[in-house]
């Protein structure tokens, strides 16, 4: 658990370098920046559409509007910005045609990116082809937001207190979701070793 907060720690430093240099007008490392992040965007995004061109353009969306107002922008954690920033930008065309969400698949979503599921997030040396199956099933049966923020928990590695953030919910609804989330997938899928999805809620 320490070395995954190290990394997370270390990708973000990575990741502020970057975005120092792009405020400072450097294309090169704003592209570099763009670059790094856009498939975990990708995949996060396809937990609310399956509309892969929609999905391009509202990352485009955003890339764009950073840098224009990159000037006047204080980022900290910069995945977290980023992925805070596409969900507004859904949300936003979200409300103006209520026709462009479509539930997404995460059969698509595992071809689409590097997309880490619960089970092989948890116990990597265990994880075969078959588990891999029944987790994207059981996820796919979970809510949209219990989907989200299982995404965000054991994809992107986010603590609760940055979920909540990025959903803009409190702390307490964060856990609430994982919890039911956990319990639902518990239900389903006999190999999980729930003392350790247990420790990863109460972090």
């Not at 039911?180 to 999980?192: C, H, M, R």
Request: charged share 25%; proline share 1%.
């Amino acid at each position: 658990m320490l070395d995954h907060r190290q990394r997370i720690i270390e990708e973000n430093d990575y990741l502020l370098e970057l975005w120092h240099r792009s405020k400072a007008g450097d294309k090169a490392a704003f592209c570099q920046l763009a670059e790094s992040q856009y498939r975990a965007l990708f995949s996060y995004a396809a937990n609310f559409t399956e509309d892969r061109e929609f999905i391009k353009d509202s990352i485009q969306e955003i890339f764009i509007t950073i840098w224009e107002k990159r000037q006047v922008l204080t980022i900290q954690y910069v995945a977290i910005y980023l992925f805070k920033s596409l969900r507004n930008q859904l949300m936003q065309e979200f409300r103006r045609n209520k026709n462009a969400v479509a539930a997404p698949s995460f059969q698509e979503i595992s071809q689409l990116s590097d997309w880490e599921t619960v089970e092989t997030a948890i116990e990597k040396n265990e994880a075969d082809s078959e588990n891999q199956r029944k987790v994207r099933q059981a996820i796919e049966s979970l809510p949209k937001r219990q989907q989200e923020v299982v995404f965000l928990k054991f994809y992107k590695g986010l603590e609760n207190e940055q979920i909540a953030e990025l959903m803009e919910i409190n702390r307490q609804s964060v856990a609430n979701l994982l919890y039911k989330a956990l319990t639902s997938l518990k239900s389903q899928i006999s190999f999980f070793k729930y003392w350790l999805l247990v420790m990863c809620l109460l972090q």
